[in-house]
């Protein structure tokens, strides 16, 4: 079920690439990608295995330099900044392979994601006990994962599920503007997938969210645009009823049994 | 000017390759199991202490050989026996393991031979002069040493890039559940190379014991140099860690011919500093004087210029 | 730390006045502990102080060694650098004071703070570009470049001779003076302790904590914001700090700071403590250093082969115990309470013996093998635990083997014993907390 047209708050993209180009070597991964995202739009990319989704991913994030082109953020340029730089810009990503601080709890994995943004940077002198602030975002995060009876546990004993939606939790702690979430949804069930769809809905209320996906459940579920990627270019970037009419991606992607059908 | 120049040069070289003879080994075990072994410094100061042993009791080439195969079981047995009940702890309990061997390693050493340095002098069949520089004769065992410096090199290339067992090696590193399910054994793969790694210690510790003084303290002496060749080479770089040992090997040996140092520069010029000062200290020391710690100060460049190392692929 | 396990049996509803000293009680008992142990008879001789006093120091040393090991995850074998550049910040301040310098001896230990945080920061710039193992090995380099160092600057270190001072010929100032031992280990207690708070307060502080996330994960830390880097700088100069206070209370405690103070054999030391008493936990490293100490000051007069114990303990630590002695300990905790525990209790025992006698033959190998190749002009008639053994007679080589061979033996029929009592345990203290938490 789709959403209401967004609300476009700013004219301008909140993520512009411009003509983006990455070779491994000889490899070429990505070959010319413009994309524009508009603000508090919520947009799939979705193409074959080995298309590249993850390689632009890491380039937007800062993870990965571009060989060649450029990224805007918001209206600023940040090819090939740092990616703790392009964080404290507004952007934050969930990673495919989870990735979350196992030797730390629950509570503080999701602590440490909004440390910075509560301003305390590389403060020596203070209790992080006594940081109200940060504390009572941490647990309304904690609260909107459902995570918050499991606040005291390693997250590196936690259940899958639990996991992702650990990830997504931090993803979204910082409160950066444009989040990122790469395949949020692999390897999870049906019904699952469909708490994580209601969570990422909930969070990506007024943010721009891009999200990699195969599930063409979620995708046509959730996105107001689909991008579709193939062999590092563009296929064509439309809503979701005009990408499923559209042949070139039936015969590319859809049809032929790439993705799977909910 | 030219004989210090050339005979330096030719020693430099000499020293080089005795490094890179010891760096092999430990980039093999590093490359294929991502392990950092820090006691193969020891295995190697083992390898002079055996075929000091051995050369007494069997001859010096039958030493040659059977050295070396002693260190490869032993290192067969460290990883057999020890080293597999840590991978599962992670890399850094593998270095502590290792850290902690180098210490055993030489007290066993202490405790067999003694704390003095053993006479462990060149065996008369190749200590003969292959030819002579600027009046300085140049011995047949570094004749020796070089060849089976340039033979190691080319083999671990050829081992590490195209051979069978290379590969299956290389995917065991990553994927060591896959490659076993795919009827590989990894903790056996894993074993040969750790024996394979000391075996090339020991060999270079047969040759590099008559160049160095074999006493227990060779390995602490030698090892810190040997990982600053991995680091200025690039982790994981057979041909960087050549590079970075000749580099080394060179730069050495010239600081240890130049008897100048920056006060006598200064006093050419006209500029007097003051003696018991603290700058004093620091212009008077002659370049001589540095050459052991230009291992380190070429490390502290390194970091500074080009941290990765100068043809390093992986960040650990 | 206890305290919240405590502060959760519902301290909370109690007074005020109660309710702070059971929550810090582990501090407070270590406070009076470091008052009261100097006065405890065995240990209140000069020998005693000035063995609390060594314990003092390497508690700190090991505990800042911690803050970039266990806390930040960065592997180092040259932190003996920060404790020697501060030792010899240390005792020049303290020459400064004996030729007139108006400043309290016990205040100078704060030079080699202070030189410890400055080359912290200057080293860790340099180091952090690299982590994981690069960095373990650039820490090598920098250490045997900073050993080297003080044999080629004279002036400023010493030489082989090391740069000594006087902590007694200081001006009065405020009545307080070092001439006794116990004065030392006072201020050096006084020292210790705040180190210690200090850096366990620093452990709870918001870049304490992205410590231990960079530990974890760095991209993930860079992806919450934290530059990585920036990040292990502040680890290295906290790190360094504390490691040149401890090289400071070194300074006068021993009234001379030499080469070996930042040597390798130091940089080892640290490491071989912290993790034999254990990286995991911030009580750990304090156990280990005074575990090491206490051996080295009792084990290395009456053999030679200790650096052999040494290092074969701390392989066995790492192998079959990489949590350390605190994490034995604390792997104690859940069984503690159960009727089963004494049978464990009386399982070690029963494993006890054997091991010991197996241990007893490796002794006597070992040292009747280190006192024929380091030690011949001794003779090699010598006594092993009130057993005299002869080097140079086969039977007594034969009966070591014999025993220690025959003793392994025996304690592997053991383990089955120990194994038992712990799966009883482990099964009743599980149907404990069945049943308290339903």
Same mark, same amino acid.
């Given at each position: 079920m789709a959403d209401v047209a967004p609300r476009l708050r700013d004219p301008s993209p909140a993520i512009a690439l411009r003509d983006l180009h990455k070779s491994f070597g000889a490899t070429s991964i990505i070959r010319g990608v413009t994309l524009d995202v508009a603000c508090a739009e919520r947009h799939a990319i979705i193409g074959p295995n080995g298309a590249g989704k993850s390689t632009l991913f890491n380039m937007i994030s800062g993870c990965e330099r571009p060989t060649s082109g450029s990224i805007r953020l918001l209206g600023d340029d940040v090819t090939g900044l740092a990616p703790h730089v392009i964080h404290r810009r507004g952007l934050a990503r969930s990673f495919q392979v989870t990735n979350v601080f196992p030797r730390l709890s629950v509570f503080e994995n999701v602590r440490c994601a909004v440390l910075w943004s509560c301003g &305390?940077? &590389?403060?020596?002198?203070?209790n992080v006990a006594r940081l109200r602030d940060a504390n009572d975002r941490a647990e309304r995060v904690l609260e909107q994962i459902r995570l918050a009876p499991r606040r005291d546990v390693q997250a590196g004993v936690l259940t899958y599920a639990e996991l992702r939606a650990l990830e997504i939790g931090m993803t979204i702690a910082g409160g950066a503007r444009v989040i990122l979430l790469d395949e949020p949804t692999a390897g999870m069930s049906r019904a699952e997938a469909g708490a994580a769809v209601e969570l990422i809905r909930a969070v990506s209320r007024d943010r721009t969210l891009v999200m990699v996906e195969h599930d063409m459940g979620v995708v046509f579920d959730l996105a107001d645009r689909i991008s579709v990627l193939v062999r590092g270019a563009i296929l064509a970037t439309d809503t979701p009823a005009n990408i499923r009419a559209n042949e070139a991606v039936r015969s590319a992607y859809l049809g032929g049994g790439h993705a799977r059908r909910r | 000017m030219t004989e210090i120049v050339a005979v330096s040069l030719l020693n430099g070289i000499v020293y080089g390759l005795l490094l890179f003879m010891l760096t092999s080994g430990l980039t093999l075990i590093f490359s294929m199991m991502g392990v950092l072994n820090f006691a193969h410094a020891s295995v190697f100061m083992l390898g002079a202490y055996l075929s000091f042993q051995l050369g007494r009791w069997i001859g010096f080439w039958p030493a040659l050989v059977t050295a070396p195969i002693l260190c490869g079981l032993i290192g067969a047995a460290i990883e057999r026996y020890g080293l597999r009940y840590v991978h599962r702890s992670g890399h850094v309990a593998e270095i502590l393991f290792t850290f902690g061997l180098a210490y055993v390693i030489e007290e066993l050493v202490t405790m067999a031979w003694g704390r003095n340095a053993v006479a462990n002098s060149v065996p008369p069949s190749i200590d003969f002069a292959l030819f002579s520089l600027f009046g300085s004769s140049f011995p047949a065992y570094k004749g020796l040493m070089m060849v089976i410096s340039v033979a190691m090199f080319a083999f671990l290339y050829v081992a590490l890039r195209s051979t069978r067992i290379g590969l299956v090696i290389q995917a065991a590193l990553t994927h060591p559940e896959m490659t076993s399910a795919l009827g590989h054994d990894v903790p056996g793969v894993f074993v040969l190379v750790f024996a394979l790694g000391s075996a090339l210690a020991g060999l270079a510790g047969v040759i590099g014991g008559f160049m160095l003084l074999t006493q227990p303290t060779l390995a602490q002496a030698i090892g810190p140099i040997v990982f600053v060749v991995v680091v200025v080479g690039g982790l994981g770089s057979l041909a960087g860690a050549f590079i970075a040992s000749m580099l080394i090997g060179v730069l050495q040996t010239f600081a240890v011919a130049i008897d100048y140092s920056l006060a006598d520069v200064l006093r050419a010029g006209g500029v007097a500093v003051a003696r018991g000062s603290l700058l004093y200290d620091f212009v008077s020391i002659k370049v001589s004087t540095v050459a052991p710690i230009v291992p380190y100060l070429l490390l502290v460049l390194t970091l500074v210029v =080009?941290? =990765?190392?100068?043809?390093g692929k992986r960040d650990v | 730390m206890s305290g919240r396990a405590i502060a959760g049996l519902g301290v909370r509803g109690r007074h005020w006045a109660f309710d702070w000293p059971m929550r810090h009680r582990g501090w407070l008992a270590t406070f009076a502990a470091l008052v009261l142990l100097p006065l405890v008879p065995g240990l209140n001789s000069d020998f005693g102080r000035s063995l609390l006093t060594q314990m003092a120091i390497a508690a700190v040393f090991a505990l800042s060694y911690n803050v970039l090991f266990g806390q930040t995850g960065l592997l180092s074998f040259g932190h003996a650098v920060y404790f020697g550049i501060g030792g010899y910040a240390a005792i020049h301040l303290m020459r400064a004071v004996n030729h007139g310098l108006a400043l309290p001896m016990p205040f100078v230990p704060l030079a080699g703070a202070i030189a410890g945080v400055a080359f912290g920061a200057l080293f860790g710039a340099l180091t952090t570009r690299r982590a994981g193992t690069i960095f373990a090995l650039i820490t090598l380099g920098i250490g045997e470049l900073a050993y080297a160092a003080a044999f080629m600057l004279p002036n400023l270190f010493?030489?082989?001779?090391g740069v000594t001072a006087s902590r007694t010929r200081a001006p009065e100032v405020l009545g307080i003076g070092l001439a006794s031992q116990i004065a030392v280990y006072y201020v050096v207690a006084a020292w210790a302790f705040v180190a210690a708070l200090s850096m366990r307060a620093f452990t709870a502080t918001p870049v304490g904590r992205m410590c231990n996330a960079v530990r974890d994960n760095p991209q993930r830390a860079a992806f919450v914001g934290y530059d990585p880097r920036i990040v292990r700088l502040v680890a290295c100069c906290v790190s360094g700090l504390f490691a040149g206070l401890a090289g400071g209370l070194h300074a006068i405690n021993y009234e001379i700071v030499a080469a070996d103070s930042l040597g390798a054999l130091r940089s080892g030391g640290v490491l071989l403590m912290t993790c034999i008493g254990g990286a995991g936990h911030f009580a750990g490293p304090v156990l280990g250093a005074m575990v090491l100490t206490w051996l080295e000051a009792s084990l290395s007069g009456y053999t030679s082969a200790w650096l052999l114990y040494l290092g074969l303990f701390f392989m066995v630590i790492v192998v079959f115990a990489p949590r350390g002695v605190a994490g034995l300990i604390a792997m104690h905790a859940p069984v503690v309470?159960?009727?089963a525990f004494a049978r464990v209790l009386l399982a070690y025992v029963v494993a006890a013996a054997p091991a010991g006698v197996t241990m007893g033959g490796l002794v006597a190998l070992i040292e009747m093998s280190y006192r024929v190749s380091t030690q011949p002009e001794l003779g090699t008639k010598m006594r092993i635990a009130g057993i005299a053994v002869d080097a140079a007679s086969s039977a007594s080589w034969v009966g070591a083997v014999f025993v220690a061979t025959a003793g392994f033996v025996a304690f592997r029929a053991t383990w089955r014993v120990v194994a038992a009592a712990w799966t009883l345990a482990e099964e009743q203290s599980r149907a404990v907390k069945g049943t308290s938490s339903s």
């Open positions: &305390y940077r &590389y403060s020596c002198w203070r | =080009r941290p =990765r190392g100068l043809l | 010493g030489g082989e001779e309470r159960t009727p």
